[in-house]
C-alpha cells in the first residue's frame, strides 16, 4: 500500500511553469559593410555598376563569417538612388530567415517608413541580387512591393558550387513575377556571381543548411 505521502504526491496539482519566450529579434548590418561602401555614392544610375556593388559586398560577406557569399540592394531603379543594402547576416544574427534579400528589403521598408515598397508616391524600388532569390526570398521579394528584379543568373551553379539548398522553386516563377507586376532582369554579371561561388565552395567555408544531411544540395 502506498503511504499518505505518496497518494498526496500522486494528487498533487503540477506547479505552473511560467512561459519563457523571446520577445523580439535583431539583425543589422556588419559594420563593416559602411567602411566597404564609405567610396560608393548614394546615386548609381547603370543597374550592372548596382550589381557590382552587389558582388563586391557578397565576395566579402562569407570572408567576415556573417553568412554566406550573397548580397542585395534596393534601389529606385529610376533615379539609381540607393535606398538600401543588404548581406546575408545568418551566422552573425542566428537567424536562419536573415538572408540578403530579407534584410535588404527590411531595411528599405524601414527607411521608406512603410511595409510596402511600392505604395504610391514612392520610388520604384528595384531589389538587385547576385542569384535568383531562394524559396523563401521568392515569397519575400513577391510580397515586398519592388517592381523589379534584378539578377546575375538563375542556373544550378549555386547550389552546386555553394553547397547551399535553395530548395523547390517553381519552374514558372518568373511569370509568376511579371504576373504581378515586377519585372524580371536577369544574367547581369552573371560570370562574377559565378567566380564567387567558386572561391566560396573552396574556402571550407560553414553550409549552413537546415536538417543538413537530409538536403538535396548536400548530397
Excluded at 511553469?17 to 563593416?32: C, D, H, K, S, V
Excluded at 517553381?170 to 536577369?186: A, D, K, M
Aim: some cysteine; charged content about 20%; proline content about 5%.
Amino acid at each position: 500500500m502506498r503511504n499518505a505521502s505518496e497518494i498526496a504526491q500522486a494528487h498533487a496539482v503540477p506547479t505552473m511553469q511560467p512561459l519563457n519566450i523571446a520577445t523580439g529579434i535583431r539583425a543589422e548590418l556588419p559594420a563593416w559593410v559602411l567602411d566597404e561602401t564609405a567610396d560608393v555614392p548614394g546615386v548609381i544610375p547603370d543597374f550592372e555598376d548596382r550589381m557590382r556593388l552587389v558582388h563586391r559586398l557578397a565576395n566579402r560577406n562569407y570572408k567576415e563569417g556573417n553568412g554566406g557569399p550573397f548580397a542585395a540592394l534596393v534601389a529606385d531603379s529610376v533615379t539609381g538612388e540607393i535606398i538600401s543594402l543588404g548581406v546575408n547576416v545568418v551566422l552573425a544574427s542566428g537567424l536562419s530567415s536573415m538572408h540578403a534579400e530579407v534584410v535588404a528589403l527590411s531595411l528599405a521598408q524601414v527607411r521608406i517608413g512603410t511595409w510596402d515598397l511600392g505604395a504610391a508616391g514612392g520610388p520604384k524600388a528595384e531589389l538587385v541580387v547576385n542569384w535568383r532569390p531562394c524559396a523563401m526570398c521568392y515569397g519575400a521579394t513577391m510580397w515586398s512591393g519592388v517592381e523589379r528584379l534584378v539578377i546575375a543568373g538563375d542556373g544550378t551553379e549555386c547550389e552546386q558550387l555553394t553547397g547551399f539548398d535553395e530548395g523547390p522553386m517553381r519552374e514558372n516563377w518568373r511569370e509568376e513575377f511579371e504576373q504581378r507586376g515586377i519585372t524580371v532582369v536577369q544574367d547581369v554579371l552573371r560570370d562574377e556571381a559565378v567566380a564567387t561561388f567558386a572561391a566560396y565552395g573552396g574556402s571550407g567555408a560553414l553550409v549552413y543548411n537546415g536538417r543538413q544531411r537530409n538536403s538535396p544540395a548536400a548530397n
